[in-house]
């Protein structure tokens, strides 16, 4: 599959323009190693090192449509990897957004700065760190994206969402997840939406 047969078939899915103008513009081949590289539109997850995976882009594009996300928001990523996630929200929250990246493994905190310089993503920073304690200096957050399997969300987490911020998380076992979408209005956490079927690496 080209880039080309990858965007037909996420329009085919029927995801939103922005979505698919951010996978239009960003580079897949940057964020992974030119040993695979001829794979790189195949919807499939594959591997980065360190035994972490770049997420398959149908995958991906399904928790961006969850987060509803709107130019000129504030969104953390965490997990962020490869940084190719960090690329897509870069071009969807656009010149007046912010977006910020913690991954604890530190040789693809390094990658991901170097490759997020190569597609010129100027609204991003990364932080490596443990992602379980958010971003407390940056927070709070209008959409936070965990991209990696947790059994409950950590709480830190849901405190630096804003009000009527939307948090999305992939939530269950070993080997298999539910993507959910957790809105917080008034101070109370809403669970929206749920998608059963998927499978992360696990939270670190």
């Given amino acids: 599959m080209n880039k080309l047969q990858l965007l037909d078939s996420l329009k085919k899915h029927g995801f939103s323009d922005e979505i ?44 961006l449509n969850l987060l509803e996300l709107k130019s000129g928001q504030k969104i953390l990523e965490i997990g962020s990897g490869s940084g190719y996630v960090l690329a897509l929200l870069s071009e969807i929250a656009g010149n007046l957004g912010e977006v910020f990246g913690i991954e604890i493994i530190e040789s693809l905190a390094e990658n991901s700065k170097k490759s997020l310089k190569e597609e010129k993503c100027k609204n991003v920073q990364v932080y490596n760190k443990d992602g379980a ?14 991209s990696a399997a947790c059994e409950e969300v950590p709480g830190a987490l849901l405190k630096q969402l804003k009000n009527n911020g939307i948090l999305v998380v992939p939530i269950g076992g070993e080997y298999e997840q539910t993507i959910t979408a957790i809105k917080k209005e008034n101070n109370k956490y809403i669970t929206k939406n749920k998608i059963q079927g998927f499978r992360f690496v696990r939270f670190v």
């Fill in 20 to 63: 698919l103008r951010a996978f239009e513009k960003v580079r897949r081949e940057k964020f992974i190693s030119s040993e695979i590289e001829a794979y790189a539109y195949e919807d499939n997850a594959l591997p980065i090192g360190k035994k972490q995976t770049i997420s398959q882009p149908y995958t991906v594009a399904v928790m």
């Fill in 133 to 146: 304690f958010g971003l407390q200096e940056h927070a709070p957050f209008d959409r936070i994206l965990i």
